[in-house]
């Protein structure tokens, strides 16, 4: 069935720097959404984008729905230590599951 | 509101043991949902409901699994007998099913452990 990819799995970064995650499908989506999951906790949810080419902006994240609503990306800029976490992105498929991506763990080195 | 509620939030068993684990959806929410996280398989979605009906269990790994939703705040679901393998955190989430596309508000999880 349809599915996600996430890239990269894993991201370490030195505070202060940005972050990027990507979402790719080989499908057009009709829809994504972001949530984030602190270590040990549950995923609380971010942002959802449905329109061709959005870009929303929350605080230091950004995030983009491609052009041909294939991919996505979530890009944080001077990461924090409070952005730790693993950031998955999900979307609804036509028999309205959502379907999680594998997520990206990002960890930040103060 | 005082968000998804899941209980217990940890449990260790052994294996053979039935094991139930419980769910308060948030008030007014009309879609719930059973989930499973492990570092293998990620995140999958096991069964969700909606207006207590059950509408996709594709999930459910196998007959030993069970899942109900007797009303609108209280589900459950259920593993009999448990297995090592079924060790994992079951989340349980809800929404307001108010737009095609609705966020989902999850719960704090259930460890579970089976040895």
């Known amino acids: 069935g349809q599915q996600v990819m996430q890239i990269p799995q894993y991201q370490h970064v030195q505070e202060g720097e940005d972050f990027t995650t990507y979402c790719n499908s080989s499908?057009?989506?009709?829809?994504i959404q972001w949530y984030k999951q602190r270590p040990g906790g549950h995923p609380v949810f971010l942002i959802q984008?449905?329109?061709?080419?959005e870009v929303k902006k929350q605080k230091r994240l950004t995030f983009q729905f491609g052009e041909a609503k294939k991919n996505s990306s979530l890009h944080i800029t001077a990461t924090q230590t409070t952005d730790v976490g693993t950031y998955f992105c999900?979307?609804?498929?036509?028999?309205?599951?959502?379907?999680f991506g594998q997520g990206t763990e990002l960890s930040v080195k103060p | 509101d005082a968000g998804v509620i899941q209980s217990p939030r940890h449990e260790v068993t052994e294996m053979g043991q039935e094991v139930t684990l419980r769910c308060k959806p948030i008030?007014?929410?009309?879609?719930l949902f059973w989930y499973r996280q492990t570092m293998m398989r990620g995140l999958e979605l096991l069964i969700y409901?909606?207006?207590?009906?059950?509408?996709?269990d594709s999930g459910m790994p196998e007959d030993r699994f069970s899942a109900k939703m007797p009303n609108a705040s209280f589900s459950t679901l259920k593993i009999q007998p448990s297995e090592p393998r079924d060790s994992a955190v079951y989340f349980c989430?809800?929404?307001?099913?108010?737009?095609?596309?609705?966020?989902?508000?999850f719960g704090p999880g259930t460890r579970l452990t089976v040895l």
């Open positions: 989430a809800s929404s307001s099913g108010t737009s095609v596309y609705n966020e989902q508000f």
């Open positions: 999900a979307f609804y498929n036509q028999g309205g599951k959502l379907i």
């Open positions: 008030s007014g929410h009309n879609s």
């Open positions: 984008l449905v329109k061709s080419g």
């Open positions: 499908t057009t989506l009709s829809n």
């Open positions: 409901f909606n207006n207590n009906v059950p509408i996709d």
